[in-house]
């Protein structure tokens, strides 16, 4: 248990829908992040939120929207995907987003577009 | 963007040590973290470097050249259950953390 909650877990998703993925930390950080995990590639970095604000948008296309209500949680709704959005999708928060701060991890949630 | 690179799979028996090494090139250098990642679980924190030299935690040590952009993960003693990926993950001079693609570690027995 990291005290970073993803859910669902695992979501399918035809191109038309809409849905979101959602995160809650009980850390007491200040950061959250969301990130793509892709197979046999580097995890990227999506969104930065840094006490609510977002400070990073990691050039992500618009059918990607972030949400942060509090500093508590994160949301991520989805609208007309590809299927090569699918992946892993890890969310992340640390104290603040700078320093040496480690970054704690949620298990994430694996989508799927057909 | 930054060019992490570590090696992508690594076989070892149980009871044995193995090094995963990772370089990289940054713009600029904050600190060098490793994360273990199980199949299908969260990436966990390992350790962080981000001074010269080796930091030791039990049967994880993990090392740092900045000047060769160079960083290794010791794994001694290895035990079935540390068969995971390994994430290296530099942060660079904007504090913004980049990930190699991990290295997938199988213990046999």
């Known amino acids: 248990e990291t005290g970073v909650t993803q859910t669902p877990r695992h979501l399918v998703m035809g191109m038309t829908n809409k849905k979101s993925l959602k995160c809650e930390q009980h850390l007491g950080h200040n950061a959250m992040y969301w990130y793509k995990q892709s197979a046999k590639k580097p995890l990227e970095l999506m969104f930065v939120y840094n006490f609510k604000e977002q400070t990073e948008n990691n050039s992500v296309p618009s059918r990607f929207s972030p949400e942060c209500p509090n500093s508590s949680h994160l949301f991520l709704h989805l609208h007309t995907l590809q299927p090569e959005d699918s992946a892993l999708y890890l969310c992340a928060s640390s104290q603040e987003s700078s320093g040496s701060d480690i970054q704690y991890f949620g298990a994430g949630t694996r989508l799927s577009v057909l | ?109």
């Open chain 2, 1 to 109: 963007g930054q060019n992490i690179d570590q090696p992508t799979e690594m076989t070892a028996t149980e009871g044995a040590i193995v090094q995963i090494n990772c370089t990289y090139q940054t713009s600029g250098f904050n600190g060098l973290f490793w994360y273990q990642q199980h199949a299908g679980e969260a990436p966990t924190f390992l350790s962080y470097n981000v001074l010269d030299g080796l930091e030791e935690k039990g049967r994880f040590s993990s090392f740092l050249s900045r000047s060769k952009g160079y960083s290794y993960l010791l794994l001694k003693e290895l035990q079935m259950k540390d068969s995971a990926s390994y994430l290296c993950a530099v942060r660079d001079g904007d504090y913004k953390l980049s990930f190699g693609a991990g290295t997938t570690v199988t213990v046999r027995a």
